[in-house]
């Protein structure tokens, strides 16, 4: 059975830094592009990062990009999410996610749509 867990999330005050993992199992992770997204409540789901399956190629919402880092690691089946410089605005629900697509387009890297995910991370920005 294909199941994404992720974790990481926690309380930390602004300006501050939270490693998310996602750990999947029941599928072989480098065969597919990982995103993460979050949820804030009342908020529209909102796409934070995506790499491909071989973690050469990124991409990064204009609102964390400088912040996160996106990195995976295929031989453990793991991906990760390093944010830093926290912000009160990040405070949502975190969940990783296999990608419906993903393209390679004049130099940028693009992701679309998601098909599992897993229960998610809350993370939490205040002081």
């Known amino acids: 059975q294909l199941q994404l867990v992720e974790s990481g999330g926690g309380l930390v005050q602004p300006g501050g830094s939270l490693r998310l993992s996602c750990a999947a199992s029941?599928?072989?992770?480098?065969?597919?592009?990982i995103a993460w997204f979050r949820q804030a409540p009342g908020k529209e789901r909102e796409g934070v990062s995506c790499?491909?399956?071989?973690?050469?190629?990124?991409n990064y919402a204009d609102s964390v990009k400088g912040r996160f880092t996106i990195s995976r690691d295929n031989a453990k089946n793991m991906v990760y999410l390093q944010m830093n410089s926290l912000k009160p605005e990040d405070t949502a629900v975190y969940h990783c996610?296999?990608?419906?697509?993903?393209?390679?387009?004049?130099?940028?890297?693009?992701?679309?749509?998601?098909?599992?995910w897993g229960q998610g991370t809350q993370v939490t920005v205040s002081s």
């Open positions: 029941g599928f072989t992770l480098d065969d597919f592009a």
């Open positions: 790499i491909s399956s071989s973690g050469v190629r990124t």
């Open positions: 996610a296999t990608v419906e697509a993903a393209t390679y387009t004049s130099g940028s890297y693009y992701c679309r749509g998601y098909v599992h």
